[in-house]
Antibody, heavy 117, light 113 residues
């Protein structure tokens, strides 16, 4: 059964770069499109973007200028970098595979990233 | 972007009663070539990630109780819980995957009356 685990710093300073990694177990990273989704505290869900193992990416235009998603097949991981962060980037960040037409299942447990000096 | 709007924002239902959540998209989610609606529903309990309930608007995910059902087509969709149980207290989200950026509804908070 597939499991996902997000990891990375829980605190990032304003204007710096947020970096997270999602480690996939129980399935191959070559089998799906892999997404990052975030949820500000007490708010709704925002899709950030996805990557395929080939390196093909698709980003949300609202974040495109600041986002890079990459994949490491050897480690069965994919990563998120979001630069020039502000307090509005404070959120729980989730990783998830895109299934079938594009729904997400399962989800990682999520990791809270706070942007603060 | 396709805008997803849920109603109501919050809902209180008695145990054993029916709960209905609505989701409206700003454009049709029906793909004519396969006659499928590109819509999913999720349940999120406090401190947990969202859990997939339904995809293709009406296909229940394996393991999801049959009191959960989804219906609708085009731009109007509903999630129904036929007989509310205490463990169904959660926030429910719809999501469109017809096109990118994938987008979610704002969420509906379901409570016990």
């Amino acid at each position: 059964q597939m499991q996902l685990q997000e990891s990375g710093p829980g605190l990032v300073k304003p204007s710096e770069t947020l970096s997270l990694t999602c480690t996939v177990s129980g399935d191959s990273i070559t089998n799906y499109y892999w997404s990052w989704i975030r949820q500000p505290p007490g708010k709704g869900l925002e899709w950030i973007g996805y990557i395929y193992y080939s390196g093909s990416t698709n980003y949300n235009p609202s974040l495109k200028s600041r986002v890079t998603i990459s994949v490491d097949m050897s480690e069965n991981q994919f990563s998120l970098k979001l630069n020039s962060v502000t307090a509005s980037d404070t959120a729980v960040y989730y990783c998830a595979p895109g299934q079938g037409g594009g729904w997400f299942d399962p989800w990682g447990q999520g990791t809270l990233v706070t942007v603060s000096s | 972007d396709i805008v997803m709007t849920q109603s109501p924002d919050s809902l209180a239902v008695s145990l054993g009663e029916r709960a209905t959540i609505n989701c409206k998209s700003s454009q049709s989610l029906l793909y004519s070539s396969n006659n499928k609606n590109y819509l999913a529903w999720y349940q999120q309990k406090p401190g947990q990630p969202p859990k997939l309930l339904i995809y293709w608007a009406s296909t229940r995910e394996s393991g999801v109780p049959d009191r959960f059902s989804g219906r609708g087509s085009g731009t109007d969709f509903t999630l129904t819980i036929s007989s509310l149980q205490a463990e169904d207290v959660a926030v429910y989200y719809c999501q469109q995957y017809y096109g990118t950026p994938y987008t979610f509804g704002q969420g509906t908070k379901l409570e016990i009356k």
